[in-house]
């Protein structure tokens, strides 16, 4: 098992409830396997989980990355800045 | 000199005249800036009024992805000397500057008209900065439409 | 708030935080301000290093031909909102901003950039503003290639 | 006769040592005789008339032009401004 930080921003912010969670995963765990564990926890995130955009350390990240120990991963939704 | 490149977040008002300067070598004689603004009024697709804006980044990813913009501006167009990204965030009202993205080159001709509008649009794709409407009817983020790809 | 056109020579800094203020109407998102400045040194062509450049203008004359000049830029891109043009004059060390063509419009797709292109492009084909170049071994004035034509 | 002023600008007052000067001309000259005339007050243009601009009136003017009283014609070479 490996720990990871998971951050959430804007509108999955306020879907979660939450603005930072700790989590201990398996060590063979991707982020698709990531996204089913946090639809089990958060249900609301399952409608929109396709929209939802992934960064692990600060790059984007897509279903088949394998996710490193102490990996800071966030979830937000597209970007609206400017 | 060297070419500098500046990507920040600030939560202060950017001051232009000083971000000229640091964007002038001995070499510079063209700087193109583009400044975003808070629109009071938009008329555009669903016309309505602003009362303020909140703007929320990433930090440190926002500032990796703006240095990644600056990259591929210096890929795309190489006389290019200084680039300034400048993201505002936090609250704020109509008429405010809320984004500077800005290129300085020896000559116009350079690609620093078309460098400054590349640096603009990407920002809109790929740095984390979101931004919340704040209404007289409550509060409602703002969503972009851009789905980053795995070149991002 | 009414569209409105800039349009001057002067002698002192231009301060743009304030120019910037101007451009900003209740409906404007995005500015595009165009800066030239004496270069130190020029690589391009003939290289040379500049100690001063002298700005003279037909000042009447170049304030009705940067309407001119507005007027056109309004013509081709119906959205923009204010435009200003400026023209600093007098004797300008290496760095300091010379000349100053801004657009403001409510998006950044409408052709505000574009439309500041257009702008120096068109002053430094009809706006009658000379400089000279101040040297160690004596000064002496550049001159442009356009010939104006009887649409101009 | 009507009375005309004449301005000078950049290499063209250089060439001439003039910066402003008023001028009686003919009812019915154009501004391709003035050219003639100026020509002869001042050799040295001689050779450049054909790249001097003219201006009349703070509006580009060219050779078949006539000349109304009063009006403030103005020399000088291609801009360089910016």
């Given amino acids: ?82 | 000199m060297q070419n500098q490149t500046i990507c920040k977040i600030v939560e202060s008002e950017i001051d232009l005249d000083k971000l000229l300067e640091e964007l002038t070598q001995n070499t510079t004689g063209a700087v193109v800036m583009f400044t975003g603004l808070v629109r009071g009024i938009t008329e555009r697709k669903n016309p309505h009024e602003t009362i303020q804006l909140e703007y929320e980044a990433y930090q440190p990813m926002a500032e990796k992805m703006m240095q990644r913009v600056a990259d591929e501006i210096r890929l795309k167009w190489s006389n290019i000397e200084t680039i300034a990204i400048i993201q505002r965030i936090g609250r704020l009202n109509p008429g405010k500057p809320t984004v500077i993205i800005a290129c300085s080159a020896a000559h116009r001709d350079t690609g620093v008209f078309d460098a400054a509008r590349y640096g603009i649009d990407r920002l809109k794709e790929i740095v984390p900065v979101w931004k919340m409407e704040i209404g007289p009817e409550g509060d409602a983020w703002i969503e972009g439409d851009y789905i980053p790809k795995s070149n991002d």
């Fill in chain 1, 1 to 82: 098992m490996k720990q990871v930080t998971i951050l959430f921003f804007a509108t999955l912010r306020d879907m979660t409830g939450e603005r930072r969670i700790m989590k201990m995963i398996p060590d063979d765990m991707l982020i698709a396997g990531l996204k089913d564990v946090l639809i089990e926890e958060f249900p609301r995130l399952k409608d929109i989980i396709n929209s939802v955009i992934v960064s692990m350390n600060h790059e984007f990240a897509f279903n088949d990355a394998p996710i490193p120990s102490d990996a800071e991963i966030a979830l937000f939704p597209p970007v609206s800045g400017g």
